[in-house]
C-alpha cells in the first residue's frame, strides 16, 4: 500500500496536547479504508494506538490513550487526526499511520488487529517527544 504523510509530531510538556495529521501525499480520498495510528519507542515494539474505520466503522484505543486520544476523519475524508490531550512522557515516540482499502464495515478492532498483524508500508513518522 501507499504509506500516508504524518505530521504534526512536537516537543511538548506533561498535560499538553497535540494533533498529529496524516493523509495520501496526493490527498487522495480515505473513504473506505481501515485506517490506524502507531506508535514507537526506543527500544519497544511498534504498538497500536487508535483505530477506525473511515465509512461509518466504531474507533477503538489502546488502554493506554483511552479518555486522552481521538481519531478522527475530516468531512472531506482526506485527512486522518489523531487529537492527544494530557499527554504524558509515556506518549513520546514516533508515530505512524497505515491503512488498507475495505470495502465492507468493519470495526477499529479489526482494522488495528489487521493492520498490527500485516501491515509492512510505513511512512517516514511524526516524532511526539513530552518532557516532565
Known amino acids: 500500500a501507499v504509506p500516508l504523510v504524518e505530521s504534526g509530531g512536537d516537543s511538548v510538556q506533561t498535560g499538553g496536547s497535540l494533533t498529529l495529521s496524516c493523509a495520501f501525499a496526493s490527498r487522495n480520498t480515505l473513504e473506505h479504508r481501515c485506517l490506524a495510528w502507531f506508535r514507537q519507542s526506543p527500544g519497544k515494539e511498534r504498538e497500536g494506538v487508535a483505530a477506525i474505520y473511515t465509512s461509518g466503522g466504531d474507533a477503538w484505543y489502546a488502554a493506554a490513550v483511552k479518555g486522552r486520544f481521538t481519531i478522527s476523519t475530516d468531512a472531506a475524508k482526506t485527512t486522518l487526526s489523531l487529537q492527544m490531550n494530557n499527554l504524558k512522557p509515556e506518549d513520546t515516540g514516533v508515530y505512524y499511520c497505515?491503512?488498507?482499502?475495505?470495502?465492507?464495515?468493519?470495526?477499529?478492532?479489526?482494522?488495528?488487529?489487521?493492520?498490527?498483524?500485516?501491515?509492512?508500508?510505513w511512512g517516514q513518522g511524526t516524532q511526539v517527544t513530552v518532557s516532565a
Open positions: 497505515a491503512h488498507f482499502l475495505r470495502g465492507d464495515w468493519a470495526s477499529g478492532a479489526f482494522c488495528h488487529a489487521r493492520l498490527k498483524k500485516e501491515n509492512t508500508s
